[in-house]
Nanobody, 124 residues
Framework: QVQLVESGGGLVRPGDSLRLSCAAS????????FGWFRQGPGKEREFVAT????????FYSDSVKGRFTISRDNANNTVYLQMNSLKPEDTAVYYC?????????????????WGQGTQVTVSS
């Protein structure tokens, strides 16, 4: 059973940056593909970014492309989401998710393992 714990959320102003972390345990980290998703107030959970097990396939939603960067540190079993130029519309609970697959995926139902989420609020 894979456990995921997110951290790094908080309250920031528009234009600020945050780095979210997702610490994974209970599985072989290098066999997992990861995704970041978010859920804003009154909205459905949506895809943000994904990275495959070998860092070969990375892609982002159009809304964050060019501002967010997903990365992974296999030595520390951690996945990161660097968020720059934050906007009020980025306000949401951000979730880390993992799946046992070799290719990236943007679909919520394809991920079996989920963290508890971390709140990101962007407000002036």
């Amino acid at each position: 059973q894979v456990q995921l714990v997110e951290s790094g959320g908080g309250l920031v102003r528009p234009g600020d940056s945050l780095r979210l972390s997702c610490a994974a345990s209970g599985g072989t980290f290098t066999t997992l593909t990861f995704g970041w998703f978010r859920q804003g107030p009154g909205k459905e959970r949506e895809f943000v970014a994904t990275i495959d097990w070998q860092d070969r396939t990375i892609f982002y939603s159009d809304s964050v492309k060019g501002r967010f960067t997903i990365s992974r540190d296999n030595a520390n079993n951690t996945v990161y989401l660097q968020m720059n130029s934050l906007k009020p519309e980025d306000t949401a609970v951000y979730y880390c998710a993992a799946r046992r697959a070799t290719f990236s995926c943007s679909l919520v139902p394809e991920y079996k393992y989920w963290g508890q989420g971390t709140q990101v609020t962007v407000s002036s």
